[in-house]
């Protein structure tokens, strides 16, 4: 009997999967289910009994949350990345983790073949696929709902025939959570005029009023909350959430170009990923020179779209990450701000690399560095060569 590794959510897709390649196919499945900050203990275990109902020979649950940040989600806040200036990558970076982990897990079993549940209308069938391929090559790649187009009509009719009982009603909106965020999918989000209703956010508006809190980074890394510092940086994105989330801050609507070549659109809401890119960012705008800043946004950009489209085991990711990371030695310190209702506010920043020091000038009032000799000559070296352009151009013309 051939193994299989089944990456495995609890859902209807790979629910059939495992009737369908058990019963109908004879392979004795392995399921996995990679947790990178989505589920509950509670819900892991129902997840867990639910597997084995089904019929799967053995379960793995990984707990991939550290790992998610280490590998992902810190060269993310290093790079500030928000994809098309919205998104931070909230799904797409999780999908390469839960990969990854997948496949370390068909190499420990020995398996014969990897399954995954993707339709082929979406993103996650290329970025499963390619990390499987890279990693795990000639091991066979088994995708029953995308091969066989099925629809949920005819997966609720096989399981029912098999005697399977579970919840069979969709919700009405699709939730996908991490802890870099969770995306909402829904009617709305099918069109390009939609926009979510209030019901449809898993995070509802609880708090009024404002709230000043502080970030505490050390070397771009979030270490502390408000004074109270935490083991891992998970662990401060997973407080911060708690204390955010309830503003409602993050809340978006996302519209991007898919790996397949059509445009989609997805709602999400991330209060703490986005606070944290913002603090972020307004520390480096402190601490950096100009030419930092500069490389650092073209290669993070390039970072963010490769890694959505799944391309994390790229080695030119690996050049990009040494850059982020030396990039960060001076980013530590301290962000202050606001939060309320829907919005939140940085209002300033302290740290000991900041500089923007008095000992080198006021902006707009004094300096204490040059003389007015200094910038006067030093106006007309900077402006020589474009003065040069233009004399020859006018004296050309004049002919």
Not at 44 to 52: H, K, M, N, T, V
Not at 181 to 209: I, N, R
Not at 232 to 244: D, K, R, Y
Not at 286 to 311: A, C, I, M, P, R
């Amino acid at each position: 009997m051939k193994k299989v590794v089944l990456g495995f959510s609890g859902g209807l897709d790979t629910s059939y999967c495992v009737k369908y390649l058990t019963d109908d196919k004879g392979y004795e499945v392995h399921s996995v289910i990679v947790n990178t900050g989505g589920f509950s203990a509670e819900e892991l275990q129902e997840i867990e009994r639910r597997a084995y109902s089904l019929g799967v020979k053995s379960h793995k649950t990984v707990d991939a949350i550290r790992s998610y940040y280490d590998s992902a989600i810190k060269y993310l806040v290093f790079g500030n990345v928000l994809k098309n200036n919205t998104y931070p990558l909230s799904v797409s970076a999780e999908r390469v983790t839960q990969a990854l982990a997948i496949a370390q897990h068909v190499k420990e079993l020995g398996a014969d073949a990897v399954a995954h549940g993707s339709t082929g209308a979406g993103n996650d069938q290329v970025r499963f696929d390619m990390i499987f391929h890279i990693m795990i090559p000639g091991v066979e790649i088994i995708t029953p709902i995308r091969d066989l187009k099925l629809s949920r009509e005819e997966e609720i009719s096989y399981l029912k025939g098999k005697g399977v009982e579970m919840n069979f009603e969709k919700a009405a909106y699709s939730i996908n959570k991490g802890i870099w965020g969770t995306s909402v999918g829904g009617k709305e989000t099918l069109t390009s005029d939609g926009f979510l209703p209030e019901e449809a956010w898993p995070t509802q508006l609880t708090k009024e009023g404002a709230e000043k809190v502080s970030l505490q980074f050390v070397k771009g890394e979030l270490t502390g909350v408000n004074g109270k510092t935490f083991a891992h940086p998970s662990e401060a994105i997973q407080h911060l959430q708690e204390l955010a989330g309830p503003y409602a801050i993050g809340r978006d609507i996302h519209v991007g170009d898919t790996i397949i070549g059509i445009k989609g659109r997805v709602g999400f809401e991330a209060a703490a990923p986005v606070i944290i890119i913002k603090a972020h960012h307004a520390l480096e705008k402190h601490v950096l020179t100009k030419w930092q800043l500069t490389w650092k946004d073209q290669l993070s950009q390039f970072y963010g779209n490769w890694l959505h489209e799944g391309q994390v085991m790229d080695p030119v990711m690996r050049d990009i990450e040494a850059f982020l990371q030396h990039s960060q030695e001076h980013v530590t310190g301290e962000v202050y701000l606001t939060l309320q209702p829907y919005r939140f506010q940085v209002t300033g920043i302290k740290s000991e690399f900041d500089l923007m020091s008095s000992k080198f000038g006021k902006y707009g009032e004094m300096n204490s560095g040059w003389s007015g000799e200094d910038v006067r000559g030093f106006s007309k070296i900077f402006g020589n060569q474009t003065m040069i352009w233009h004399q020859i151009a006018e004296s050309v013309k004049g002919k």
